[in-house]
Every structure is written in structure tokens, then in C-alpha cells.
């Protein structure tokens, strides 16, 4: 029987069929190094391991767009971001609101040093791309212990990482030609020291997460910030790039209208799209992530891929695992109520059973 999946999109279970039934191309939203990933960031990472090793199956069957069955084994190419810059604190949020996380790290980690804590590999806490790499690593180290396959193969070499494990930082120039790009189709408008996505040029916003534009516009969606609102076409509207030349990572900006932007940093949602693109096409078979990546990163990643690409689909299916409970509550660092996979390894537990 051909494998059938829960597609995010469309609301329903729904037979799995990539463009090419010997060769599936998947896209997982992966960590953001700002400290050591959770068990709870975890099961979505290995949801999407155990999805990708059925697909790699001699017993796995799949759709061809003909309507034809087709048996494996097949070949899966899988790629995990790993997120280094960008994402802000206010998750919901795409206004660009909050604390960029690592700035916030930076800030741990500084507040850590002068109490006479210390991490090897962060020499200097206000350096970013220290921090970064040093939670980076700690993560492939986990996420290779708990057998996750991208990280694995990532391991070969530093080119094999940069291919199936991208970093953000390691594609800003990509990022801001996609802005650049999305400004010339009039999909993007500069508004003060940011330059923002239009959402109401396109119709189908909404349809992935079910955040209307008549929902966000009324607060429904949780998005909707005072102090960016009055800048914006549509309280909708989220950030693409944001001029800040105190920010604590920044890069030379995009030109739109003629005009370049000052330094400063990408909005959360465009790396992914840049970087799933780069690596797999302008569209994919399937896209994995939490369900809290839903909205708004994923709503607005489709969006602006689509865009981009002038493609009707960015992600044939749309695959999200569900949060860990503890107690009756998402795990996450905000409640405390985590615990980190060297956590269970310092405890005891075997990888295995973790």
C-alpha cells in the first residue's frame, strides 16, 4: 500500500508523491545555536530521521504524479538548516520585535564568565560566531550520538556539512538577492530601516496555518505589533531585512529602489527559503518541522518562496511533529520544564533509548 502522511496544507491524510518517485528531496527546519538543544527539539529532528530511513526502505511505497506505485529503496536528499542568526526572541512575531537569540546568549554567556563560569570553545562571549560555532558542534556531537542520518553524513567533511547542514550565516548573499528579487516583482517595500513582505499580494497566505489576513488583522493571529503596524502596508506584512548597524551580527543590506540599505540582518523566514532552495530546487518534495514552525515561519517561508520562484507549490507536502508534553505542557526553555540530551547521557541513558 502506498505510504500515505499527514500534509499540513491540506488538512488531511494524503498518498506521499514527489516529482521524482526514485528521489525525494526534504527539507528540515533545524536548530538555532543560541544553547543546547532540548529533548523536545529533538523528537521533531528524529520524527524526520525515522521519515527519511522509511522512505530509504525497500519496502516503502510512493505515488509517482502518474498515479503509479513505485517500491524502494530510494535515494532521499535531506537537508538541515542550522539557524545562526535572526531569530528573534518574540517567536510570533515577524516584525523583527525582541532580542535577536544569539545576542541573548552573548549576554548569558558574558553574565556566566564574570561569576567565574566558563565554556571551552567560547574564549570570548561577545563574539557571536563563537558562540555559534561552539553550540553548533555540541549539537552535531548529539545529534550523531542519537543516530540522526543528515548529521552523520554531514560528518564527512566541512563541504559535506556546508551541503546537507548549511549554516545561515553561510548564505547571506543568496538572502539578499532573493529580497532584492522579491522587491523588483513587487512582492517587497522598504518602510523605514526594514524592508518587508507584502502579504496581500499574495492570495494564498493563510491557507497553511489558517491565520487569515482578516485574522491577523483583527489580533487573531498574535502578530500584530504597534510599533512596526503604522510603518506597514498590512499589520501582516513580515520582516525580510532589517538595517541596524548596533546589531550584534550584521552585513551589508540589499538595494531596493535604487537605494541600499545600511547594514544589518535577515528576517528568520528568508533563510530557510534561500537555503532549501539553494540546496534542493525551487520545489520540494517534502518540509518538516515542529508545530510551532508553522506560523508564522513556515506560512511566511511558502510565501516568499513562491514568490520568488513563480512557482504555485514551495513544498508538495508538509510534514509537522507534535511538541513533547511534561506535565501537561510544551517543553521549552522559556518554562524551564526541559532537559537536554547530554542531560539523559550524563544521567545514564544510552543514545538508543534516549
Known amino acids: 500500500m502506498p505510504m500515505q502522511l499527514y500534509n499540513t496544507l491540506t488538512k488531511r491524510r494524503e ?3 514527489p516529482g521524482d518517485p526514485n528521489r525525494i528531496t526534504f527539507y528540515s527546519c533545524g536548530p538555532t545555536v543560541y544553547d543546547d538543544a532540548h529533548i523536545g527539539n529533538f523528537r521533531s529532528f528524529l520524527a524526520a530521521d525515522v521519515l527519511r530511513r522509511w522512505l530509504e526502505s525497500p519496502l516503502c511505497e510512493v505515488t509517482a504524479p502518474d498515479g503509479s506505485v ?51 570553545g567560547v574564549v570570548d562571549p561577545n563574539d ?27 560528518n564527512e567533511s566541512e563541504a559535506k556539512r556546508r551541503e546537507l547542514m548549511p549554516k545561515a550565516t553561510e548564505s547571506i548573499a543568496g538572502m539578499v538577492a532573493m529580497i532584492e528579487d522579491l522587491a523588483k516583482k513587487d512582492y517587497a517595500y522598504r518602510a523605514g ?27 487573531a493571529g498574535g502578530r500584530v505589533s504597534a510599533e512596526h ?39 528568520w523566514h528568508i533563510e530557510c527559503s534561500v537555503m532549501a532552495r539553494a540546496a534542493l530546487g ?3 518534495d517534502l518540509h518538516s518541522g515542529g508545530e510551532d514552525n508553522i506560523f ?31 506535565e501537561g505542557e510544551k517543553m521549552s526553555k522559556s518554562k524551564g520544564n526541559f532537559f537536554t540530551a547530554r542531560d539523559l547521557f550524563a544521567q545514564g541513558h544510552e543514545p538508543a533509548a534516549v
Not at 510570533?92 to 541573548?104: C, I, Q, S, W
Not at 503604522?230 to 513580515?238: G, I
Not at 538595494?255 to 547594514?263: H, L, P, T, Y
Request: charged share 25%; proline share 4%.
Open 296 to 326: 508564522p515561519h513556515h506560512e511566511c517561508e511558502r510565501a516568499q518562496s513562491c514568490c520568488a520562484t513563480g512557482h504555485d507549490t514551495f513544498a508538495r507536502h508538509w510534514f509537522h511533529g507534535r511538541f513533547l508534553q511534561v
Open 128 to 154: 557571536p560566531r563563537q558562540i555559534a560555532d561552539f553550540y553548533a558542534e555540541r549539537f552535531l556531537e548529539d545529534a550523531r550520538a542519537l543516530g540522526l542520518k543528515v548529521a552523520l553524513e554531514a
Open 70 to 120: 513505485h517500491m524502494g529503496p530510494r535515494e532521499v536528499r535531506h537537508v538541515m538548516n542550522i539557524t545562526d542568526v535572526g531569530h528573534m526572541t518574540d517567536d510570533d512575531n515577524a516584525d523583527g520585535g525582541g532580542v535577536d537569540k544569539m545576542e541573548a546568549a552573548a549576554k548569558r554567556l558574558l553574565e556566566q564568565k564574570k561569576a567565574g563560569a566558563s565554556h571551552m
Open 193 to 219: 530601516d526594514a524592508v518587508y513582505f507584502d502579504v496581500q499580494k499574495y492570495s494564498r497566505y493563510g491557507e497553511l496555518s489558517g491565520n487569515t489576513l482578516d485574522k491577523i488583522r483583527s489580533g
Open 229 to 267: 503596524t503604522s510603518e506597514k502596508r498590512s499589520p501582516a506584512d513580515f520582516l525580510l531585512w532589517k538595517t541596524d548597524a548596533s546589531h550584534i551580527m550584521r552585513w551589508p543590506g540589499p538595494v531596493i529602489d535604487g537605494q541600499a540599505m545600511g547594514e544589518g540582518y535577515p528576517g
Open 282 to 284: 525551487d520545489v520540494i
Open 15 to 17: 498518498a506521499l508523491t
